[in-house]
DNA sequence: GCTGTTTGGTAATCGAGGTTTTCACAATTT
DNA sequence: AAATTGTGAAAACCTCGATTACCAAACAGC
C-alpha cells in the first residue's frame, strides 16, 4: 500500500488527477454547458479514466460544487488580504479596494463569472444552499465595510443588511452581463459603475434631495410612500 | 375537421390543456426544481397525456421558456400601464412608480422570482439569450427614466447604461434572496431598498464628496483610480 | 342507430449516459 | 527475476426517461 509510481507519490497523482479533472470541468461547464457536459467528456479532456473520476467526485455536480466553492473561496482570500493592507484607511479606500480586488480576481478569466453566475444557478438544492451562503459572506464583508464607514461618520448609521444584498446582486448581473456581452464591455467601465454604485448606495443620506417643482409631495423616501400604485395584492 | 368535443370547441380544449401544462410546469419547476422535473410529472398534474403535450410544445425547456417569457411580458405589461398614468409627473415619481408596481407584480407569488431568477438560470443557450434580451428591454427601461431625469435636472447628464444594468441585476439578487429567505423577507422591506438604491445610483453626482483626511488621494471615483492593487492581471 | 373521423390515453420502444467491473500492465519489492 | 499490488483503459451493463405508435372512445353526419 501507498507505493510510489514514475517517481511520485500516489497522494500525489491522485491531486493531479483531481486537479486536471477540476480544469476539464471548468472549461467545458462554461462552453457545453454543464447540462450538456458528459463525464466521460470530461475523463477524456482530463486523461483521466471514469474509474479515477469516481474515485474523486460523486458526480458532476459534485466538480461543480467544488469549482464554485474554489472561486468564491479565491475571491475572499485575495479581498481579505488586501483588505489587511489597508487596515487603516480611510471607509471609501477600504470600499474602493475591496470592490476593485474582488472584480479583478474574478474578470481574469471569463469562465469564472460564468460558472459562478450562469451555470451553477438552479442545478439543485444543495447549490442553491451554497450559494446563499456565500452572498451571505460576500454580504456581510460589505455590511462591515459600511458600518465602518458609519462610525466614522462618512455614511448614515442604519441597518446595511439589504443594502449589501442588493449591491452583490447588482455585482452578479453585472458580471454575468460582462461575461455575456458581445462584443466584450470593458473591465474599467464594470468596476467603475460598480465602485460608483456602492458608493453612492451606501452613503446616500437617508432623505433625497428635494427636487424642486414637486409642491407637497414626499421626497423622503426611506419611508413607504409609494406612488402610482395599480394592481398587485400586497404580500406580507 | 375542427369538431365539438363535450360542448367546447377543439381549439378551445386546446389552449385549457396549455394553459394546465403551463400551471403544472411553473409548479413543478419552482418545487421539484427544472432538472429533476419529468415531462409525464407535468403531465400528470396538468391532467393531460403525452402526446397532447407534444402537441403543444417541444419539451421541457419550451414549457420553461414560454414561462419566463410570460413573467416578463406580465410586468413589463403592468409597469407601460401605470407609466402611462404618471405620464407627466416628476422624474421620482416615475422611477418610484415603475419599480413599485415591477415589484409588487413579481412578488405576488414567490414561484414567479424562482422561475425567472434561478430555474430558469444557465439551461440553454436560448433561454440565456432570452434572458438577455429582457436585461435589455429592463435596462433601456430605467435608463429612459434616468435620463428623463437629467433632462429635467435632476440628475447628471451622463451614460446610465451600466448603471441600469446593475441595477437589474440588484434587483434580481434582491428577489432571488426573497424568494429563498428563510423566514420570509419582508416584501416593503425590499421594495424600499431597491427604490432608493435605484434613486442613489441616478441621483449620484459625478464626484463624490471630499472624505477629510486623505491628503493626497484621489476622490474622483469615476477616474479609474484604483487603491489596494494586489494581482490579477488587466484584460481588456 | 350506425359509421367514419377525430381525439385522447396507455403502453412499448428506443436511445443515451451514468456506473461498475474486468482485464491487462507497469512498477516496486523481496 | 518473480510475485504482488496499485493503476488505467475500455467495455458491458443497467437504469431511466423521452418519444412514438397503437388502440379505445367520443362525437357528428347520415
Known amino acids: ?50 474509474r479515477n473520476f469516481y474515485e474523486e467526485f460523486t458526480g458532476k455536480e459534485d466538480v461543480l460544487r467544488t469549482l464554485h466553492d474554489r472561486i468564491n473561496s479565491l475571491a475572499l482570500e485575495h479581498v481579505t488580504a488586501a483588505l489587511d ?27 469564472l463569472p460564468r460558472l459562478n453566475y450562469v451555470e451553477a444557478v438552479g442545478v439543485s438544492a444543495e447549490l442553491e444552499e451554497q450559494h446563499q451562503v456565500w452572498v451571505d459572506r460576500w454580504a456581510s464583508f460589505i455590511e462591515t465595510e459600511a458600518r465602518r464607514a458609519a462610525a466614522h461618520g462618512a455614511a448614515p448609521d442604519r441597518d446595511y443588511r439589504l443594502t449589501a ?25 464594470v468596476g467603475a459603475e460598480l465602485r460608483a454604485l456602492m458608493l453612492a448606495a451606501i452613503m446616500r443620506p437617508g432623505k433625497i434631495l428635494e427636487i424642486p417643482g414637486n409642491p407637497g409631495a414626499p ?12 394592481g398587485g395584492a400586497r404580500r406580507t
Open 165 to 189: 444584498i442588493a449591491l452583490v446582486g447588482a455585482a452578479t448581473g453585472l458580471l454575468r452581463e460582462w461575461q455575456a456581452h458581445e462584443p466584450p464591455l470593458p473591465v474599467e467601465d
Open 85 to 111: 493592507q489597508v487596515a487603516d484607511a480611510d471607509a471609501v479606500t477600504r470600499i474602493v479596494t475591496l470592490l476593485d480586488v474582488f472584480i479583478d480576481t474574478v474578470t481574469v478569466d471569463p469562465r
Open 1 to 50: 500500500m501507498a507505493r510510489t509510481y514514475g517517481g511520485v507519490a500516489p497522494e500525489q497523482r491522485r491531486a493531479d488527477r483531481r486537479e486536471r479533472l477540476l480544469a476539464a470541468g471548468l472549461e467545458l461547464f462554461t462552453s457545453t454547458g454543464f447540462r450538456l457536459t458528459k463525464i466521460t467528456e470530461m475523463c477524456a479532456r482530463a486523461g483521466v479514466s471514469t
Open 219 to 230: 421626497s423622503g423616501v426611506e419611508q413607504s410612500s409609494r406612488a402610482g400604485e395599480q
